[in-house]
C-alpha cells in the first residue's frame, strides 16, 4: 500500500494511533486503583467507510486450514489429511477401531444399525433347521 492512500484513509477515518480505555474503579483502595491503571487497554479505531474495507487486510482470508475431510469406510468427516488416518474407523487400518470406553459409540456402530442383508434371514432359517430344496408338495404328486 503506497503512503499517499495510506494518508487518506486515515484523515477519512479520523485516524488516531491508539486509544486507551481507562477500566473503571470503585476506589475501594489505592492498589486496586494502581493495578486498574496498569490494566489499561489499547483499542484501535474501527473502520468504517466501505470504499476502504477493501484496503484493510484481515486474517479470514487465510483460513486454509481444515485437517480432516471425509472417510471411505465410514462416511463421517474424520479423516486426518496429513495423517492419513480416521479418527472414528480407524481406516486404512483393517480392523474397524472400537474402544470399550465408549459405550456409546459402540452402540451406534454395531450389529442391527445397518440393512443386515443376510443375517435378517438367519433366524427364521435357524428356527427351521436350514432346510434346503424344494418344499415336499411344490413339485406336485409323487408317481410310483
Known amino acids: ?7 487518506e484513509i486515515k484523515s477519512r477515518v479520523g485516524f488516531k494511533p491508539y486509544t486507551t480505555i481507562r477500566l473503571a ?3 475501594r483502595d489505592e492498589n486496586f486503583r494502581s493495578n486498574a491503571r496498569r490494566r489499561q487497554r ?27 475431510t471425509l472417510c471411505r469406510r465410514c462416511g463421517r468427516r474424520s479423516f486426518h489429511i496429513q495423517k ?14 472400537k474402544f470399550n470406553w465408549a459405550e456409546k459409540g ?9 440393512r443386515m442383508r443376510y443375517l435378517k434371514t438367519v433366524d427364521r432359517k435357524f428356527k427351521n433347521g436350514f432346510q434346503t430344496g424344494t418344499p415336499k408338495g411344490a413339485r406336485g404328486p409323487e408317481k410310483h
Do not use: W
Open 42 to 68: 489499547r483499542q484501535r479505531p474501527a473502520l468504517v467507510d466501505a470504499e476502504f474495507q477493501s484496503l484493510i487486510q484481515d486474517d479470514f482470508g487465510k483460513r486454509h486450514n481444515k485437517s480432516h
Open 25 to 27: 474503579t470503585s476506589g
Open 106 to 114: 459402540l452402540r451406534r456402530r454395531t450389529t442391527g444399525t445397518g
Open 84 to 97: 492419513h488416518t480416521c479418527s472414528s474407523c480407524g481406516y486404512p487400518a483393517a480392523k474397524t477401531r
Open 1 to 7: 500500500m503506497e503512503t499517499s492512500l495510506k494518508e
